[in-house]
């Protein structure tokens, strides 16, 4: 079975501080990988999402930044965090079976990472 | 990408059956309706997901009507272990962008 870890779990880091944040998708190959970042009582917002190692695409752009140095490796990053960047962070994969025209895009979420930014 | 809009919040009680409808008038052709559950400091969860008609599974029914611009999310006999978040979203392919609205909060009281 498949299952995709995060950590850390939480982290409070100081305005001004770089960040970086790991997912791992363990049972898969070749996931397609994503980025979310939820505000208190909000919805998900999309950061960035990966269909292969090296292939990165931003929804928003920002101080953020992400990379997938490994097939079933996502890192989040920063090199100077604000204060907007508080929020609870979400790794999520998913998996396209090559050759399938018609089928959807489920996705599987991590457990999350809360970053607060003093 | 097709956009979701769906109530804020509902309330319940436990043992009752809760329906929560999704808009979605630009829905594409290929497009897909999921739903997904979001407790507090977790990530969502897969529901269920349908294209048209109904689907069911052990959890819930999604029901579609024919012309797939809205769809019901129907949660039988809840309990106080259903109060969570509830998303609705429209999307097909592998990095679709899948969007995320604000979803609905439900709340189940005893």
């Known amino acids: 079975s498949q299952t995709i870890h995060q950590w850390p779990a939480t982290l409070v880091q100081p305005v001004g501080s770089p960040l970086s944040l790991e997912c791992t998708v363990e049972?898969?190959?070749?996931?397609?990988l994503y980025w979310y970042r939820q505000a208190a009582g909000r919805g998900l917002q999309l950061l960035f999402y990966s269909v292969g190692i090296g292939q990165i695409s931003s929804e928003v752009p920002q101080n953020l930044s992400a990379s997938r140095p490994q097939d079933r490796q996502f890192i989040l990053s920063s090199k100077k965090l604000l204060l907007s960047d508080s929020g609870f962070y979400l790794c999520?994969?998913?998996?396209?079976?090559?050759?399938?025209?018609?089928?959807?895009?489920?996705?599987?979420f991590g457990p999350g990472t809360r970053l607060t930014v003093l | 990408l097709a956009k979701t809009t769906q109530p804020i919040s509902m309330d319940s009680y436990e043992g009752q059956e809760v329906n929560i409808t999704c808009s979605h008038n630009?829905?594409?052709?290929?497009?897909?309706i999921t739903w997904y559950q979001q407790f507090p400091s977790q990530g969502p969860r897969f529901i269920i997901q349908g294209y048209k008609t109904k689907v069911t599974n052990e959890v819930a029914s999604l029901f579609i009507p024919a012309d797939r611009k809205s769809s019901t999310l129907s949660l039988p006999r809840v309990s106080l272990s259903d109060t969570a978040v509830y998303y609705c979203?429209?999307?097909?392919?592998?990095?679709?962008?899948?969007?995320f609205g604000g979803g609905t909060r439900v709340l189940v009281k005893p």
């Open positions: 979203l429209v999307g097909k392919a592998a990095g679709n962008k899948l969007t």
């Open positions: 049972g898969t190959s070749n996931p397609n």
């Open positions: 999520a994969w998913s998996y396209w079976p090559p050759g399938l025209a018609d089928s959807t895009d489920t996705q599987y």
């Open positions: 630009n829905i594409a052709t290929n497009d897909y």
